[in-house]
């Protein structure tokens, strides 16, 4: 199964999908991709293609009727031969599907997405993302004109997928933010305070949405 694409308005959140084996491979067909296929896939779609950022990496799983041929089959160790991987990969700026021959070490097909929304963004893409609103001119200005003090806003990104669909936005409330906070997991939370210090202020300002994108 492919991951959903996050809508198209405000994909803040995301994170570049791996699955390792910790044991060796050879199992089972739906077993993940091991260590050595994830780096068989980086290197034949690094060497193929230029500025590269991967969003997604994993197993594209056999067809039901294929597995169950191969449990009736007792389990025979050739079967598993013919792995293949689904990639998801931004490339000059345009959301790639690609589908990888593990066992030729080829390439079978490279499809640009053209539909709605496109892969959410991975942890490097989500820290530029945070700045980006204080760099924006006409954005400073409207906080100057509503007299809101930036030492008391963060940058929230959205945890919910059902919420991808919101613009960004600013909380103008130190509550609002904790219980955003609350809700994620204690790594994304530790990673966020890292570059969004928690705000020192005596009282909450009452609570005011800010579109970004205004």
């Known amino acids: 199964m492919h991951p959903i694409l996050a809508p198209s308005v405000v994909p803040f959140f995301l994170t570049f999908h791996i699955f390792t084996l910790s044991g060796t491979h050879g199992f089972h067909p739906l077993d993940p ?4 296929e994830l780096t068989q896939v980086q290197t034949l779609i690094k060497n193929s293609y230029q500025n590269v950022t991967f969003h997604y990496v994993g197993l594209d799983e056999p067809d039901k009727p294929k597995v169950l041929s191969w449990l009736s089959q007792n389990q025979p160790k050739d079967f598993l031969h013919n792995r293949v991987a689904f990639v998801m990969a931004l490339i000059d700026s345009e959301s790639h599907e690609i589908t990888v021959d593990l066992s030729n070490n080829s390439i079978l097909s490279d499809k640009v997405y ?3 929304g496109y892969p959410m963004l991975n942890g490097e893409e989500q820290i530029a993302s945070i700045g980006l609103p204080l760099k924006y001119a ?3 200005a409207s906080i100057i004109t509503r007299e809101y003090k930036l030492q008391s806003m963060s940058t929230i990104l959205p945890k919910n997928p059902a919420s991808m669909h919101l613009p960004g ?5 130190q ?3 904790d219980d955003n906070l609350a809700k994620w997991t204690s790594a994304e939370a530790s990673q966020f305070l890292e570059h969004n210090p928690v705000p020192k202020v005596k009282s909450p300002i ?3 949405w800010i579109n970004c994108s205004a």
């Open 114 to 116: 053209k539909g709605n």
């Open 175 to 177: 509550a609002h933010r």
């Open 169 to 173: 936005r600013l909380y103008a409330d």
């Open 33 to 36: 991709l091991s260590p050595f």
């Open 138 to 140: 006409p954005f400073m």
């Open 206 to 208: 009452p609570v005011k």
